[in-house]
């Protein structure tokens, strides 16, 4: 690998690790950059199993701090979504697409982990009427959601940008 890929690859590592770190430290409930992390580790980790690997070893490393829940698998199924709909900007990207990918990554982490809490946590009436009132309940916190990932994502793809503009050895793969 040249000297060159480790950099960027460096940079990218660095910035999803740091994006995982922020969950940790206290914020608004669900304003987090997990799917900004997943998002920027699929639009920039060019090699398909590191795309998913290192977003995935950050939110595991992060969740070993904040502790394990059983709604997990739906949160990882999402995430790893994500990551598949960051590799969908790595060509032709533009403001407007990826601000539509944070946008669909909301819904997508909205939709899987409130069907997990539905059908992980006897929180709710195992039938329609139960995974209705989950995803109505879940609604309030959807705008902190929507308004981190979108955060996070101009930070995090805008930051990147940033780098390669000051140091244009990082935009060679």
């Not at 959807?142 to 990082?170: C, H, I, N």
Request: glycine share 6%; charged share 10%.
């Amino acid at each position: 690998m040249k000297d060159v890929n480790k950099n960027r690859l460096f940079l990218i590592v660095g910035m999803i690790l740091l994006a995982a770190i922020m969950r940790i430290v206290p914020h608004v409930p669900n304003f987090t950059p997990i799917a900004a992390m997943a998002l920027f580790g699929g639009a920039y980790l060019t090699n398909k199993k590191l795309a998913f690997a290192i977003p995935m070893i950050a939110m595991f490393l992060s969740d070993l701090v904040i502790g394990f829940h059983s709604t997990m698998w739906g949160v990882y199924i999402a995430f790893a979504i994500v990551v598949g709909i960051g590799m969908l900007l790595r060509e032709n990207n533009s403001v407007l697409k990826t601000v539509g990918a944070a946008v669909v990554s909301s819904v997508v982490f909205f939709v899987l982990s409130n069907f997990a809490v539905w059908a992980s946590t006897g929180m709710y009436t195992p039938d329609f009427n139960g995974l209705t009132q989950c995803y109505v309940a879940a609604i309030p916190f959807y705008q902190y959601s929507v308004l981190g990932d979108l955060l996070y994502t101009a930070v995090m793809f805008g930051a990147f940008e940033f780098a390669r503009v000051k140091v244009p050895a990082l935009s060679k793969i």
